[in-house]
Protein backbone atom coordinates (compact mmCIF):
# COMPACT_ATOMS: atom_id res chain seq x y z
CA UNK A 1 0.00 0.00 0.00
CA UNK A 2 1.49 3.52 -0.93
CA UNK A 3 1.88 6.13 1.52
CA UNK A 4 -1.17 8.35 0.14
CA UNK A 5 -3.65 5.82 0.64
CA UNK A 6 -2.60 4.75 4.34
CA UNK A 7 -2.57 8.50 5.21
CA UNK A 8 -6.18 8.70 3.72
CA UNK A 9 -7.12 5.53 5.87
CA UNK A 10 -5.09 7.11 8.81
CA UNK A 11 -7.38 10.29 8.53
CA UNK A 12 -10.74 8.34 7.64
CA UNK A 13 -9.73 6.29 11.05
CA UNK A 14 -9.45 9.71 13.11
CA UNK A 15 -12.72 11.07 11.86
CA UNK A 16 -14.83 7.94 12.95
CA UNK A 17 -12.80 8.44 16.11
CA UNK A 18 -13.67 11.94 16.70
CA UNK A 19 -17.35 10.95 15.92
CA UNK A 20 -17.62 8.46 18.48
CA UNK A 21 -15.85 10.59 21.07
CA UNK A 22 -18.72 13.11 21.23
CA UNK A 23 -19.47 14.87 24.26
CA UNK A 24 -22.02 12.37 26.15
CA UNK A 25 -25.50 13.81 26.03
CA UNK A 26 -26.99 15.32 28.99
CA UNK A 27 -29.40 13.84 30.80
CA UNK A 28 -33.19 14.42 31.61
CA UNK A 29 -34.18 14.95 35.11
CA UNK A 30 -37.53 14.72 36.40
CA UNK A 31 -39.10 16.02 40.18
CA UNK A 32 -42.15 16.20 42.03
CA UNK A 33 -42.86 18.48 44.88
CA UNK A 34 -42.91 17.42 48.50
CA UNK A 35 -46.34 17.96 50.34
CA UNK A 36 -46.53 18.25 53.73
CA UNK A 37 -49.32 17.04 56.55
CA UNK A 38 -51.97 19.56 56.97
CA UNK A 39 -53.21 20.25 60.65
CA UNK A 40 -56.43 17.95 60.61
CA UNK A 41 -59.67 18.80 62.17
CA UNK A 42 -62.92 17.68 62.23
CA UNK A 43 -65.06 17.57 59.20
CA UNK A 44 -66.38 21.11 57.89
CA UNK A 45 -67.97 19.97 54.99
CA UNK A 46 -70.88 17.42 54.23
CA UNK A 47 -70.37 15.93 51.27
CA UNK A 48 -67.63 15.62 48.26
CA UNK A 49 -65.42 18.42 47.34
CA UNK A 50 -64.22 17.67 43.74
CA UNK A 51 -60.40 18.85 42.58
CA UNK A 52 -60.14 19.89 39.00
CA UNK A 53 -57.34 20.43 36.91
CA UNK A 54 -55.81 23.38 37.09
CA UNK A 55 -56.02 25.97 34.19
CA UNK A 56 -52.32 26.71 32.72
CA UNK A 57 -51.03 28.55 30.13
CA UNK A 58 -48.39 28.59 27.84
CA UNK A 59 -45.13 27.52 29.03
CA UNK A 60 -46.70 26.77 32.58
CA UNK A 61 -49.11 24.51 31.09
CA UNK A 62 -45.97 21.89 30.23
CA UNK A 63 -43.62 20.14 32.07
CA UNK A 64 -39.93 21.66 31.53
CA UNK A 65 -39.68 23.56 34.13
CA UNK A 66 -39.84 27.53 33.64
CA UNK A 67 -37.40 29.99 34.68
CA UNK A 68 -37.06 33.54 34.52
CA UNK A 69 -33.37 35.76 34.55
CA UNK A 70 -34.66 38.25 37.34
CA UNK A 71 -37.13 39.43 39.31
CA UNK A 72 -37.86 42.59 36.81
CA UNK A 73 -37.65 40.47 33.48
CA UNK A 74 -40.81 39.99 31.38
CA UNK A 75 -38.65 36.87 29.44
CA UNK A 76 -39.27 33.55 30.00
CA UNK A 77 -38.03 30.41 29.12
CA UNK A 78 -37.99 26.98 30.03
CA UNK A 79 -35.08 24.33 30.22
CA UNK A 80 -34.12 21.35 27.93
CA UNK A 81 -33.47 18.58 30.61
CA UNK A 82 -35.33 19.55 33.81
CA UNK A 83 -38.69 18.37 34.08
CA UNK A 84 -41.50 18.17 36.44
CA UNK A 85 -42.86 14.02 36.82
CA UNK A 86 -46.42 15.76 35.60
CA UNK A 87 -47.90 18.72 34.31
CA UNK A 88 -48.03 21.49 36.67
CA UNK A 89 -52.03 21.66 36.14
CA UNK A 90 -52.09 17.75 36.79
CA UNK A 91 -49.39 17.72 39.69
CA UNK A 92 -50.85 20.90 41.41
CA UNK A 93 -54.38 19.61 41.07
CA UNK A 94 -53.33 15.99 42.94
CA UNK A 95 -51.51 17.66 45.34
CA UNK A 96 -54.32 20.00 46.54
CA UNK A 97 -56.78 16.97 46.56
CA UNK A 98 -54.25 14.88 48.67
CA UNK A 99 -53.80 18.13 51.05
CA UNK A 100 -57.47 18.48 51.48
CA UNK A 101 -57.98 14.89 52.29
CA UNK A 102 -55.72 14.66 54.79
CA UNK A 103 -56.71 17.87 56.32
CA UNK A 104 -60.36 16.11 56.31
CA UNK A 105 -61.87 19.48 55.50
CA UNK A 106 -64.79 17.33 54.00
CA UNK A 107 -66.44 14.03 53.59
CA UNK A 108 -64.52 12.81 50.81
CA UNK A 109 -62.15 14.56 48.30
CA UNK A 110 -62.18 12.90 44.60
CA UNK A 111 -61.06 13.92 41.39
CA UNK A 112 -63.31 14.06 38.32
CA UNK A 113 -62.14 10.69 37.00
CA UNK A 114 -64.48 8.98 39.85
CA UNK A 115 -67.44 10.95 37.91
CA UNK A 116 -69.67 11.74 41.56
CA UNK A 117 -71.85 14.61 41.87
CA UNK A 118 -69.87 16.71 44.60
CA UNK A 119 -71.04 19.22 46.73
CA UNK A 120 -68.17 21.20 45.82
CA UNK A 121 -66.01 21.80 43.23
CA UNK A 122 -62.65 23.05 43.98
CA UNK A 123 -60.79 24.88 40.97
CA UNK A 124 -57.34 26.75 40.75
CA UNK A 125 -55.57 28.72 38.07
CA UNK A 126 -51.59 28.99 37.56
CA UNK A 127 -50.14 32.47 36.97
CA UNK A 128 -46.31 31.98 37.68
CA UNK A 129 -44.77 28.80 38.47
CA UNK A 130 -40.88 29.44 37.96
CA UNK A 131 -37.53 29.80 38.90
CA UNK A 132 -35.50 32.89 39.33
CA UNK A 133 -32.21 33.06 37.91
CA UNK A 134 -30.69 36.61 37.35
CA UNK A 135 -30.25 38.68 40.24
CA UNK A 136 -30.77 37.32 43.65
CA UNK A 137 -32.15 33.68 42.78
CA UNK A 138 -34.91 32.54 44.36
CA UNK A 139 -38.70 31.38 43.19
CA UNK A 140 -41.96 33.00 41.92
CA UNK A 141 -45.61 30.99 43.06
CA UNK A 142 -48.77 32.93 41.96
CA UNK A 143 -52.26 30.85 41.86
CA UNK A 144 -55.64 31.43 41.80
CA UNK A 145 -57.69 29.18 44.04
CA UNK A 146 -61.87 29.04 44.32
CA UNK A 147 -64.50 26.66 46.35
CA UNK A 148 -67.72 26.19 44.97
CA UNK A 149 -71.28 24.93 45.82
CA UNK A 150 -72.24 23.04 43.26
CA UNK A 151 -76.24 22.80 44.28
CA UNK A 152 -76.41 26.72 44.94
CA UNK A 153 -73.60 27.78 42.74
CA UNK A 154 -72.79 29.75 45.57
CA UNK A 155 -68.71 31.17 45.62
CA UNK A 156 -67.83 30.19 48.94
CA UNK A 157 -63.87 31.45 48.91
CA UNK A 158 -61.81 32.67 45.72
CA UNK A 159 -58.21 33.84 46.26
CA UNK A 160 -55.42 34.88 44.50
CA UNK A 161 -52.12 33.66 46.77
CA UNK A 162 -48.17 34.68 45.78
CA UNK A 163 -45.07 33.78 47.24
CA UNK A 164 -41.53 35.06 46.21
CA UNK A 165 -38.61 33.95 48.11
CA UNK A 166 -34.90 34.44 47.61
CA UNK A 167 -32.69 31.03 47.64
CA UNK A 168 -29.44 30.28 48.52
CA UNK A 169 -28.18 29.46 45.92
CA UNK A 170 -29.27 29.02 41.89
CA UNK A 171 -29.71 25.20 41.62
CA UNK A 172 -32.84 23.21 40.47
CA UNK A 173 -32.70 21.09 43.32
CA UNK A 174 -32.99 24.34 45.84
CA UNK A 175 -35.94 25.53 43.28
CA UNK A 176 -37.93 22.72 43.22
CA UNK A 177 -37.86 22.42 47.34
CA UNK A 178 -39.00 26.07 47.48
CA UNK A 179 -41.64 26.09 45.41
CA UNK A 180 -43.00 22.60 47.15
CA UNK A 181 -42.70 24.52 50.29
CA UNK A 182 -44.17 27.35 48.80
CA UNK A 183 -47.26 25.56 47.69
CA UNK A 184 -48.20 23.99 51.28
CA UNK A 185 -47.87 27.43 52.72
CA UNK A 186 -50.48 28.76 50.03
CA UNK A 187 -52.92 25.10 50.33
CA UNK A 188 -52.58 25.64 54.31
CA UNK A 189 -54.00 29.25 53.80
CA UNK A 190 -56.53 28.36 51.26
CA UNK A 191 -57.53 25.81 53.79
CA UNK A 192 -57.66 28.27 56.25
CA UNK A 193 -59.77 30.81 54.66
CA UNK A 194 -62.27 28.13 53.50
CA UNK A 195 -62.52 27.04 57.41
CA UNK A 196 -63.04 30.67 58.73
CA UNK A 197 -65.99 31.04 56.35
CA UNK A 198 -67.84 27.78 57.52
Not at 36 to 49: E, R
Not at 150 to 169: M, N, P, R
Not at 172 to 177: E, R, S, W
Request: glycine fraction near 8%; hydrophobic fraction near 40%.
Amino acid sequence: MTRAPMKLLAAASLLMLAACSQPKVPEDHFYRLTSAAPQSADVKLKGAIEVHRFVADGLTANRPIVYTGGAGSNQLQAYHYHFWSEPPAIMLQNALANYLRRANLATSVVTPELRLEPEYIATGKIIRFEQITGGTPGIAVEVELSLKETGSGKLIHFGHYTVEQAASDPSIGTAVGQISQAMNSIYARYLADIRSKR
